[in-house]
T-cell receptor, first 113, second 116 residues
Framework: GENVEQHPSTLSVQEGDSAVIKCTYS??????FPWYKQELGKRPQLIID?????GEKKDQRIAVTLNKTAKHFSLHITETQPEDSAVYFC????????????FGAGTILRVKS | GAVVSQHPSRVICKSGTSVKIECRSL??????MFWYRQFPKQSLMLMAT?????????EQGVEKDKFLINHASLTLSTLTVTSAHPEDSSFYIC????????????FGPGTRLTVL
């Protein structure tokens, strides 16, 4: 089955710097890769997603890149702000209909002001 | 749009009792609903997938007789934790998708279950 690995587990950056979180997946059939931000005790919030037919997607300060050959995808946050501090999860779809998600272990991002 | 609610948000119960958690899609009809469990400082683990009117599909290692799922309508799924024990204490989160949402899932706010 699908396995998603996420690195690093924790990441501290100075406000204004960039943050990069990387994930690898194992199932070549996966074609949907969302990224979620989760604050303590809250629901995961979708911040950006990418499908396998594109290599990069950007939304203001957030971008995701996908390398299907290498089976890895990355989240890039530029000009980080204290409110970006949270846990970030990557995920990849799997299953007979591709509608299930397998999540990475998560990255705790701390933005220091 | 695409709002999912959960009730209750928090529940504390005694060991041996059963607890029911409701998940509702408020402004769309959910073709599929998913139930996740999240232990402190861990990731979301899929427990089961349910479609309206059919039996839920449980992930490996999840006891279907302990975690009863009923997907009674296109907007409501319930998870019942039967004979709860302290090790069942966790954050339970549901999500839902609809036929035009591709693979995007919309998450509920979660239910914090504490079993004493």
């Amino acid at each position: 089955g699908e396995n998603v690995e996420q690195h690093p587990s924790t990441l501290s950056v100075q406000e204004g710097d960039s943050a990069v979180i990387k994930c690898t997946y194992s199932d070549s059939a996966s074609n949907y890769f969302p990224w979620y931000k989760q604050e303590l005790g809250k629901r995961p919030q979708l911040i950006i997603d990418i499908r396998s037919n594109v290599g990069e997607k950007k939304d203001q300060r957030i971008a995701v890149t996908l390398n299907k050959t290498a089976k890895h995808f990355s989240l890039h946050i530029t000009e980080t702000q204290p409110e970006d501090s949270a846990v970030y999860f990557c995920a990849a779809n799997r299953g007979e209909y591709g509608n299930k998600l397998v999540f990475g272990a998560g990255t705790i991002l701390r933005v220091k002001s | 749009g695409a709002v999912v609610s959960q009730h209750p948000s928090r529940v504390i119960c005694k060991s041996g009792t059963s607890v029911k958690i409701e998940c509702r899609s408020l402004d769309f009809q959910a073709t599929t609903m998913f139930w996740y469990r999240q232990f402190p400082k861990q990731s979301l683990m899929l427990m089961a997938t349910s479609n309206e009117g059919s039996k839920a599909t449980y992930e490996q290692g999840v006891e279907k007789d302990k975690f009863l799922i009923n997907h009674a309508s296109l907007t409501l799924s319930t998870l019942t934790v039967t004979s709860a024990h302290p090790e069942d204490s966790s954050f339970y989160i549901c999500s839902a998708r609809f036929w035009r949402s591709y693979n995007e899932q919309f998450f509920g706010p979660g239910t914090r279950l504490t079993v004493l």
